[in-house]
């Protein structure tokens, strides 16, 4: 059911034991909203975890209140009367923590992609929100006073979504509500750092060896490239390395859809869809059974080999540019 607001903030003072949940491949804003909405949540009086059901990158560990989060065998076996599910389009997409679901609907959906499929008992799905961080603001600030742990991590969900605050999704209500979070006590530099500043040298090896792998169609406004096992093994990097690839890719003069393909886990190649100021890819990652929002989306392809990956995701990446 589609809810308010008020609805979901009435549901979640109900709330005795509560379950927050994120996505798997975790970007800041899940790490922020889950974190946060779990302290909010405790503050209330509440037994609350959060739930992240991949590895946390370790870079956001610098961020002091990103503790909280649980992992998936942390939280086997636990009892919840209430499950939250924030920044998800849809069931898939929370991995291996279903099991803590113990085959129920989520009781709240707490979202902001235009692909949401509405998996919960209640939804609130708003594409409006630059960040559910935003949301979870919106719902923190009627029920508990903050510290600066809770603020800095809705700071991080809103600026990992906004780009550190240069994307299209920038409005008055993303710089108001940054100012309210820095009043509050949360500062950006050191989530800036965390986030930007963490390649180690082995990652640098792997983006030269990425950008060696660089096409561009499309009269240079496709550009696309990828990371393979082999890649990662020889560099010695993981997949959680790759974050902000994608995005040097976009940032070619002329670029609109930059595509990343991974090679990761075995067996599946991940791909990353950006684009610069129109193109929706969303529409491309949803034709592959993924989803997103109109310039970030993402899907997962089981397949072998990257090889069987690139050229359909191509040839859909050409026919968004020209308007099919
Ligand atoms: P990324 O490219 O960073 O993995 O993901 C970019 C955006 O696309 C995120 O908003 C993420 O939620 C969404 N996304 C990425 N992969 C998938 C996927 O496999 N399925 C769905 N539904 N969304 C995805
Ligand atoms: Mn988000």
Redesign the pocket.
Known sequence: MKASLDRVVERLKAARRALVIG?V?P?GDAIGSVAALTLILRWLGKEAEGCIPDPVPWFYREIPGTRVLRSVEELRGREFDTTVVVDT??LS?IGTAAELLSGQEPDVVIDH?V?NTGFGALNFCDPSYAAVALIVHEIGKRLVEYDRELAELLLLGLATDTGFFKYGNVDAQVFEAAAELTRQGASIQPIASAVLEHRTPNTMRLLVEMLSTLQLEAGGQLAYAYVSADMLRRTGCSEEDTEGF?GELRAIHGVEVAVLFSEWPEGEV?V??RSKSYADVSRV?LAFG????PR?????LKVARLAAAIPPIVAAARRLLEGG
């Open positions: 996505h491949r970007d389009s849809s997409r992609h692909t994608v991940h990353s869809l990652a993924g989803g997103g929002h970030a989306a993402g899907c997962t």
